[in-house]
């Protein structure tokens, strides 16, 4: 589920809809959580799929540690790429937000962590990085990692309208990782090995 200070917008022709602030979302808060109502298929389901029906969840769902396809109910599909991302997944099945987001501001990820079944190339943002491949994440846990852990000790210091669906395991482990008693899951444990597909 999508933070409720969200809207679906139209962003220009390239793009297409994103979603976007509509209030200050400050830095640390909880933007997604994968809930209930999100729909996990198993990592050979596309292969029973028709062709368009194939395509359209490999564009609108991502993979998780496990291969398994998972399709938000709500506009979290949505969520446009960019390399310098307003928010970041965590371990956790919950994404944040790496700095404030302003009204009107559009909500974005890195998809270098949704494990894709092929590299694509966005549009240039004048980054380093041209391409987003399927294995990212193990080049690039360590800065994404960095940049989750410092914020983790500001989760129960803010306005969090998620934080109720997030188990209870999750809210200790995050206490836990606020009071420094324990370490960050790395993001390197949302990488899938695609040779464990037949996709």
Known sequence: MMHPDTELRWINDKIGYGVVATKLIPKGTITWVQDELDTVYPPDYPLKLKTLTKDLLEKYSFRNRNGEHILCWDFAKYVNHSFNSSCLSTAYNFEMAIKDIQPGEELTDDYGYLNLTESFVPEDEGSD???????????????????????????????????????????????????????????????????????
């Open 129 to 199: 990085r041209k391409a987003v491949h399927p294995d990212d994440v193990l080049n690039l846990y360590k800065i994404w990692d960095k940049d989750l852990s410092s914020l983790f000790p500001k989760i129960n210091k803010i306005h969090q309208p998620l934080f109720d669906l997030l188990s209870e395991g999750i809210k200790d482990e995050i206490e836990l990782i606020a009071s420094g008693k324990k370490k960050m899951r790395s993001t390197r444990h949302l990488y899938f090995r695609p040779e464990k597909s037949g996709i």
